[in-house]
């Protein structure tokens, strides 16, 4: 009987261990690709729309050209500014140049100072051009790949642009604009929504070609919060500063969310297992009663049995944790070739009950299974990024959670009294 117990009780050790390890490698994998996933999104999103400090006036009004140039001059002789371009944002209504579209859509519309965005590496490492070239003449306009598709429209035809959304620019036949160029971001909003012309070119969208807003690159975004002391003791109060943080306030406060919620339910896996843990040491200190009654008779104190079982769930939680993490980041860095190895055997498998099934369903077809399908997610690869220390401080907490909950069972069992346990 104490030998089935033993085995028991061995087993149910084997399945909380494993359940430690699957469980906190699942995790590390979740959060290395949601980490990756929210790193790209919002590396686009600060590299190709907002820049890493945003200058506007104060008093809401446009910067005339002396005062860009000033600025521009004040800013480059700061060693961490890569780049200060000035641009004008508008919501216009646009067709395409062709008999049967006549649609109305709304583009949102940047114009930039293209001599000042060539020197932004970062806009550019994302900013791929797939054919042509950037606005390189006035009313010429580079558009998403998505979108350029949507309209079965390339480099050379016309869109025509009409100043805003208003009724009056969707009955206006617009003022047309050359597509020079055709770009891809990996960012949807970005590839179908937006298009990019240069500065000058808004005059006659705007009726002026002053900027509302100047975007500044660093080329050490982390040294953000001393260049922009630098900038505003450069400025004064006049104007407004704001960081990549504070422009995309919502967003960045969406992911996060989104990311504390995923480690809150690990979280609850892990209580669950705790208290598994909790309760199967409890079983084995019931079946070792007696013998942990004679250690006492014996001499050996509470303490001393405290510590013994304290150290063995220690060793449990810190090898699971362990093994976990290893297998988490064995998977995380090898996901891609997982997914390809899983796909090629489901698909062998459906391939095969296929040409079983032919003779009885002609025609019969089961389509190739692709699990990271980039027409869906819009991401033509996996980005995993893993932090040590998001790591450590999940794994400290798994192991805290497996001391605690053996330590509780433990403890009362180095209370009892040998001369009772004897005597049952």
């Not at 104060?58 to 890569?82: F, G, S, T």
């Not at 806009?123 to 042509?132: D, L």
């Not at 006492?296 to 944790?321: M, Q």
């Not at 489901?346 to 077809?365: C, D, K, M, R």
């Amino acid at each position: 009987m104490n030998r089935q117990n033993g085995k028991k009780i061995n087993i149910i050790f084997l399945f909380l261990f494993l359940g430690l390890a699957l469980g906190l490698a699942v995790m590390i994998v979740v959060l290395g690709i949601m980490n990756g996933f929210q790193d790209n999104h919002i590396s686009r999103r600060i590299e190709i729309g907002s820049f890493h400090i945003n200058i506007s006036r104060r008093d809401m009004n446009v910067i005339d050209k002396p005062d860009v140039e000033r600025i521009k001059q004040q800013l480059y002789a700061i060693d961490n500014v890569a780049a200060v371009v000035p641009y004008i944002d508008k919501e216009i209504v646009f067709r395409a140049d062709r008999k049967y579209l006549n649609e109305a859509m709304v583009l949102k519309l940047r114009g930039l100072d293209l001599n000042e965005i060539r020197h932004d590496s970062r806009f550019m490492t994302y900013f791929t051009i797939k054919k042509g070239d950037l606005p390189d003449e006035l009313y010429s306009i580079v558009i998403g790949e998505p979108l350029s598709e949507r309209l079965a429209m390339g480099i050379t035809n016309y869109l025509m642009l009409t100043p805003d959304i208003s009724l009056a620019s969707y009955k206006s036949s617009g003022v047309p604009f050359r597509i020079s160029g055709i770009f891809r971001t990996e960012s949807y909003d970005y590839d179908r929504y937006w298009g990019y012309i240069s500065i000058e070119s808004m005059i006659p969208l705007c009726g002026s070609a002053d900027p509302a807003d100047i975007g500044v690159k660093l080329y050490k975004p982390q040294h953000k919060k001393q260049t922009l002391q630098q900038i505003s003791r450069i400025l004064g109060d006049d104007w407004v500063l704001q960081t990549s943080e504070e422009i995309n306030k919502g967003y960045f406060a969406a992911l996060k969310l989104e990311k504390v919620m995923i480690v809150f339910l690990f979280m609850i896996i892990f209580l669950m297992v705790s208290i598994n843990t909790f309760g199967a040491l409890k079983l084995m200190l019931a079946e070792k009663k007696k013998d942990i009654s004679i250690l006492k008779a014996l001499g050996t104190t509470p303490d001393d049995i405290t510590t013994i079982y304290t150290i063995e769930s220690i060793v449990i939680g810190f090898i699971g944790c362990m093994i976990g993490v290893l297998l988490g980041y064995f998977i995380a860095f090898n996901i891609a070739n997982i997914f390809h190895v899983v796909e090629f055997v489901i698909n062998a498998v459906l391939g095969y009950i296929q040409y079983l099934l032919e003779f009885v369903v002609p025609g019969i077809y089961f389509p190739n299974v692709v699990i990271y399908d980039t027409s869906i997610y819009y991401q033509s690869s996996f980005i995993i990024k893993l932090d040590f220390w998001e790591t450590f401080f999940i794994s400290f907490i798994v192991v805290v959670m497996t001391i605690v909950s053996a330590f509780v069972p433990v403890y009362h069992s180095s209370k009892l009294k040998p001369n009772e346990v004897l005597k049952s």
